[in-house]
């Protein structure tokens, strides 16, 4: 006997297209900056809709469970929640809409529009949440990324796909040199995350330090210090999905984060509101955890490259603090802003001394090394025998290496100063750099 054969694809496509009915949960109370809720199925990092009677809903994710209750945290204003607001999960972590719309838009944390003008409609839906790359599918980094700025492009070289970071205390010029490199870079976009900055300085930073030329190029994703701290963190991780987005378009985008300190403390709220304990200065072991897989999520692509600056805000110019351990040793090379040299208006502040490429002697010839190492040497030379010059008791001819030293210091130092509207080839930048060394 043999049965007639049913043809089962359209009854796919109808359970594909089905709603699925989900479990509705309420709330039960609100303690901080969380809120349990009772009666909901929901995985960590999904999202929620906790609904207000006569309101908009309060968009909320799961970020861990306590005895029979649901924790969420809020991606927006808690005004208006009540026990027994019914809550309805998405069935989804957070997405964003991605398309080349996005370039010279700005964007919440959450990736909506912050600029006034309309959504981006058109596009693909990109989560936020997306796992690094296998290492064994990232190309080795071969090519040469000229920044525009001659500090880093002689003695700090960059490759495409490195990832940097810019260390130095407040008030230091972090977020000039970002803006220098974004208008400067021969990057294809550039991504910008302002994370936990000043209200003041988000358009400050736009309009002063990146500029109309800039900004056509660039996308930037801005969560001020004032929004929840979940919502600071997602603009990390929003703009590291633009960038992936980019890049997986075979692009080379230039992803510039300000700063990855405030995200830290972001986490650090974020675990301290639902029970977490604190560990090294108060900072919890979930945000050593998180750490990782923020950075590692730029570099090589199989097609594109994400080259990535991260500025990390030090307490009290400690350079050994927690926060700066850890992201040095995750990233390529750290390039260290120092307060003394701006106190003397020496722009961008960089200590090349102080700083590192690990990539730049697979990027640059020998000559080139030769070159940084003997003008490193100068300056070093310099810097240890610098109070006996200032104060005269160095008598000239006493050692010939302080004196040739004094001799070339101040061809270095113009070398190394540069103003923020100034912009150098790399072409120009070895011409000048290989004069200088000779």
């Keep these: 006997m043999h049965l007639p054969q049913v043809n089962l694809e359209n009854w796919r496509q109808k359970v594909k297209q089905a709603k699925i009915l989900r479990s509705i949960g309420h709330v039960v109370r609100v ?122 492009d002689a003695f700090l070289t960059c490759g495409r796909g490195q990832r940097i970071g810019i260390f130095s205390g407040s008030g230091v010029g972090k977020s000039t040199l970002l803006g220098m490199i974004a208008r400067f870079s021969e990057a294809d976009v550039n991504v910008i995350a302002l994370v936990g900055e000043r209200g003041r300085e988000v358009r400050d930073f736009i309009e002063g330090d990146l500029g109309k030329q800039g900004l056509a190029r660039s996308v930037v994703v801005a969560a001020t210090s004032d929004q929840p701290a979940l919502v600071r963190l997602k603009a990390a991780f929003v703009a590291s999905a633009i960038a992936e987005y ?99 208006n020496h722009y961008p502040a960089i200590d090349v001394l102080n700083s590192v490429s690990r990539l730049m002697p697979d990027l640059v010839p020998p000559e080139h090394m030769q070159q940084a190492s003997r003008l490193r040497d100068l300056l070093a030379t310099y810097r240890q025998s610098e109070d006996l010059i200032n104060i005269g008791a160095y008598v000239s001819g006493s050692n010939q290496k302080i004196d040739e030293a004094i001799k070339y210091i101040d061809e270095i130092t113009q070398f190394l100063k540069q103003d923020m509207g100034e912009t150098s080839t790399y072409e120009e930048t070895l011409s000048y750099f290989q004069k200088l060394a000779r």
């Design 246 to 344: 980019f890049r997986d378009q075979g692009k080379d985008v230039l992803l510039l984060m300000d700063s990855v300190t405030r995200f830290a403390m972001a986490q650090r709220e974020v675990g301290l509101a639902i029970g977490e304990p604190p560990s090294t200065r108060g900072y919890t072991p979930s945000v050593f955890a998180l750490l990782p897989k923020l950075l590692e999520r730029s570099g090589m692509g199989q097609k594109g490259s994400i080259t990535a600056f991260y500025t990390v805000l030090v307490e009290g110019d400690d350079l050994n603090e927690p926060i700066a351990d850890a992201v040095r040793g995750i990233l390529d090379g750290h390039i260290v802003l120092l307060r003394e040299l701006a106190g003397r």
């Design 31 to 152: 303690i901080g900056l969380t809120v349990e809720v009772r009666g909901v199925a929901a995985r960590i990092g999904e999202v929620c809709d906790i609904l207000v009677p006569g309101e908009a809903s309060v968009v909320a994710e799961v970020v861990g469970f306590r005895d029979r209750s649901t924790v969420l945290m809020p991606l927006g204003d808690l005004k208006g929640v009540y026990p027994g607001c019914h809550v309805v999960p998405r069935g989804k972590s957070l997405t964003i809409r991605a398309s080349d719309a996005l370039l010279g838009r700005v964007l919440d944390g959450l990736g909506q529009p912050l600029d006034g003008k309309e959504a981006v409609k058109n596009g693909m839906d990109f989560s936020v949440d997306n796992k690094p790359p296998n290492p064994l599918d990232r190309r080795r980094i071969k090519e040469v990324l000229a920044t525009g700025v001659r500090a880093i």
